[in-house]
């Protein structure tokens, strides 16, 4: 916009500045030089592109039925090393069968807590076209009690994904011993 008032200075002046010959730049002339400017950046925005891939055939893909058989995956996806170090946020991506589609880490924190971006979980689960998700977590400490801010996290995943149509199914904090499931004990 500012480049646009400069040429219509520039323009009202030149009228003036040269005798006989009128205005130089026109408006004509300013579409122009936009719509050049315009087709000059077309290709300079982001590519974006969805792409799902997997290796696994849909028949070898786990089932998931119960709250236990989320733990059971979720154990063996975790590193045992660091589940009792540090806290790490994971979702299970589901189709319309309650199949696994993948596995997805939103973050990886501190001894205390890991910041969870809604837009990451979103964001993978429309990329898988996923249908449902569970949220796992793990608390180092080996406590399983949920804390306010798991409860937070987890209304608000449950309110974001009503809207998307995708299913919050449950919400599992872990240790290498046991777990707490939101959905068991009604939580939410």
């Known amino acids: 916009m500012q480049v646009k008032n400069l040429l219509y200075c520039v323009a009202f002046f030149a009228r003036f500045l040269i005798p006989g010959k ?7 002339t300013l579409e122009i030089m936009e719509t050049s400017k315009t087709l000059q950046n077309w290709n300079q925005v ?6 799902y891939k997997t290796k ?9 039925n119960s709250s236990k058989t989320a733990y059971q995956l979720a154990l063996q996806s975790w590193n045992s090393d660091t589940i009792e170090f540090f806290e790490q946020f994971k979702i299970l991506l589901l189709n319309q ?22 837009r990451l979980i979103f964001a993978a689960a429309l990329k898988a076209n996923a249908v449902s998700l569970i949220m796992i977590h793990n608390h180092p400490s080996g406590q399983i009690k949920p804390s306010e801010a798991d409860k937070l996290i987890t209304r608000k995943v449950k309110e ?3 809207i998307l149509n995708i299913i919050l199914l449950d919400h599992l ?13 009604g939580a939410f």
């Open 160 to 162: 974001a994904g009503s």
């Open 22 to 28: 009128g205005s130089i730049i026109n408006l004509k």
């Open 46 to 51: 982001a590519e974006i592109e969805l792409v």
């Open 173 to 185: 904090i872990i240790s290498p011993e046991t777990y707490y499931s939101f959905a068991d004990e």
């Open 97 to 118: 069968s309650n199949k696994v589609l993948g596995i997805y880490e939103v973050s990886s924190g501190g001894i205390s807590g890991t910041v969870v971006d809604l």
């Open 56 to 64: 696994v055939k849909a028949s070898e893909r786990p089932f998931i």
